[in-house]
């Protein structure tokens, strides 16, 4: 019976119970319902943009130097019969007489020309000729070889800039970009060689009268300082020309024409922009290393300078440069291609490394004066090399 009861008041509790809580269910709002979906899409941002900086080697353009000129030291004055005129030479210079004449009241004038000057310079012991005269010179080298010289420029590196936009993938590994890059290389060419010449030099020579010539270099007028006693007894020192005195004019005039070389040494010194734009595909051959492959147009905007450096050696006196140079600046459109090797360290950053080439034609550049006439071509159309640096996604 005990047990009937039990069992009697078990089932009232429960009912009991779940009537309870019916009556709670039925009298309370419903809990939320439980988001799962929080559109988390729309916030997580795949790099689209890919900056890449880096240094691009390419081999040097091939120039041609074409051309030739004339060495001309000082020119002699065509009058070899007028005296007290300024006559300038390669090693040494004839100015007009500047003696000076003092009267008792301290009133200078000229002196009266007597055929010779106190002012004149030279230069080198070997212009002293063995009868005791001075010798002075002129020079003209005139180049007898206008051959063509061809010469590879030294390979240039620099640096490079390109950004790509992803466009989007073609299959499971390809995809395809499109992207601008911007690089700077330099242009540096030299040639230095002997070139055969007609070599003219003009010597005039000049009387010492006698004199022993002072050691060179010498410039005049020179002067001394004279002990002299006043009329007062008394001792004053009295400056004195002590100059070596030339003839004013020329005794006689020697033109002589011989064979001989001029060193002439060509330079094109210069830099280039290149602007290339294109697109490129990728294949992902493994889940950080791509290959890629790329092909457009490249427009070359370039600035140099031609210098040809004459250099002839007489046998008396220092060497006569004479340089001659032009300046340009061209827009050379090409194209390029490259195939390039990239590696992922993050989702964000990698290296890449590849190969290029590019074209971009050729140009000429001129020197023209009345003493030169010099061309070069430099031939930017057959340009290789390698590309290496940093990839950064955005």
């Known amino acids: 019976m005990k047990t009937f009861r039990l069992v009697a008041l078990g089932a009232f509790l429960i009912t009991l119970g779940s009537r309870i809580a019916h009556a709670q269910e039925g009298g309370q709002q419903q809990p939320d ?69 003092t009267d008792s009241d301290g009133n200078t004038t000229p002196i009266t020309p007597d055929g010779y000057t106190n002012s004149w310079s030279y230069n080198f012991a070997e212009q002293v000729t063995p009868d ?36 989007g993938a073609i299959t499971k590994k390809l995809d395809w970009k499109l992207f601008v890059g911007l690089s700077l290389n330099d242009i540096n060419s030299a040639r230095s060689e002997n070139l055969s010449a007609t070599i003219t030099t003009t010597t005039d020579f000049y009387s010492l009268n006698g004199q022993t010539p002072p050691p060179p270099p010498y410039l005049g007028p020179t002067s001394s300082v004279t002990s002299v006693v006043g ?44 602007l290339r734009a294109g697109p490129s595909l990728s294949y992902a051959i493994t889940e950080k290393l791509k290959a890629t492959l790329s092909l457009g147009a490249a427009l070359v905007f370039v600035g140099s300078t031609y210098t040809v450096d004459q250099i002839y050696s007489p046998d008396v006196g220092d060497d006569i440069d004479s340089k001659v140079d032009n300046t340009t600046e061209k827009l050379l459109p090409g194209y ?59």
């Open 231 to 274: 009329a007062d007894g008394s001792v004053i020192s009295v400056p004195t020309d002590s100059s070596t005195l030339l003839g004013s004019q020329p005794l006689g005039r020697l033109t002589t024409v011989t064979t001989g070389t001029v060193l002439n040494r060509w330079k094109v010194k210069g830099a280039y922009f290149t």
């Open 132 to 167: 005791g005269n001075m010798a002075f010179h002129t020079y003209s080298a005139d180049i007898r070889d206008p051959g063509a010289r061809n010469q590879k420029a030294d390979s240039s590196s620099g640096i490079e800039v390109v950004v790509a936009r992803d466009m």
């Open 336 to 394: 390029y291609a490259d195939a390039t090797l990239e590696y992922a360290f993050t989702e964000r950053a990698g290296a890449y490394a590849g190969a290029i080439f590019q074209s971009n034609g050729s140009y000429e550049q001129r020197i023209a004066t009345t003493e030169a006439n010099y061309s070069t071509k430099i031939d930017l159309a057959s340009l290789q090399g390698f590309r290496l640096g940093m990839n950064f996604r955005f």
């Open 33 to 101: 319902e439980i988001i799962t979906d929080f559109g988390i899409d729309e916030f997580i941002y795949t790099p689209k943009f890919t900056l890449s900086l880096g240094m691009r080697s390419l081999t040097g353009s091939k120039t041609n130097f074409t051309g030739r000129g004339a060495v001309l030291s000082v020119a002699a004055l065509a009058d070899t019969t007028t005296p007290g005129l300024t006559r300038y030479y390669h090693d040494g210079t004839v100015f007009t007489d500047t003696r000076l004449i």
